[in-house]
């Protein structure tokens, strides 16, 4: 059981620790050490299968036990009680670079989508977005499901070398659209 929580522990509440460490070092009149110290010596006999929010649970452990250490001070200091007022708890949200990257990264992958072939989009956004069987996609585009999976199989192709190149390798679409149109005018031949 304790080796579970210590791996919890790892995991979860960890990858939080510097974010704690910037945010302790804002408030006046404690040990940063002391403070995440203790914080991990509750944690570890804490029950924590219940935490829904490792890192909120982090940080509302760890001010309680900056509010504990203000109340038993003989002199609190007025500064460091409106340190401690003035500094907000994070919420539950990642740290902003986080949430600027992730941006960053939806912007990418909707301007690599609006390049892909149009069919190979439709295809995509039906089924990895909207959720639709290959059997809907088929009859809702009016074409085979053989053709959805492959239009489905090429545009995550083209996405993966897009992203694993790290940006959008425009030629590659261009060549496949021009490969798709040559395709097309061979089968439409009159005969």
């Not at 974010?19 to 509750?42: F, K």
């Not at 941006?103 to 959720?131: F, S």
């Not at 009859?139 to 993966?160: C, D, M, P, W």
């Amino acid at each position: 059981m304790q080796a579970d929580r210590l791996e919890w522990i790892a995991k979860h509440i960890l990858p939080h620790e510097p974010h704690l460490r910037v945010w302790l070092r804002g408030l006046s009149g404690i040990e940063v050490d002391d403070i995440v110290q203790d914080t991990y010596a509750i944690l570890i006999e804490a029950d924590v299968a219940h935490i829904q929010s490792p890192r909120a649970y982090l940080f509302t452990v760890a001010r309680n036990l900056v509010l504990q250490h203000y109340r038993r001070a003989k002199i609190i200091s007025i500064v460091a009680l409106a340190d401690f007022d003035a500094q907000s708890i994070m919420e539950d949200a990642p740290p902003v670079d986080e949430v600027v990257g992730a941006r960053q990264e939806l912007a990418r992958l909707h301007a690599t989508m609006a390049e892909l072939p149009e069919k190979c989009r439709d295809v995509l956004v039906l089924r990895r977005v909207e959720g639709w069987s290959q059997k809907q996609v088929a009859h809702h585009l009016g074409v085979s499901e053989n053709v959805v999976e492959k239009q489905l199989a090429r545009a995550l192709r083209l996405l993966g070398r897009a992203f694993g190149r790290g940006g959008p390798d425009q030629n590659e679409v261009a060549r496949s659209e021009t490969a798709q149109h040559r395709s097309i005018r061979r089968h439409h031949r009159p005969g």
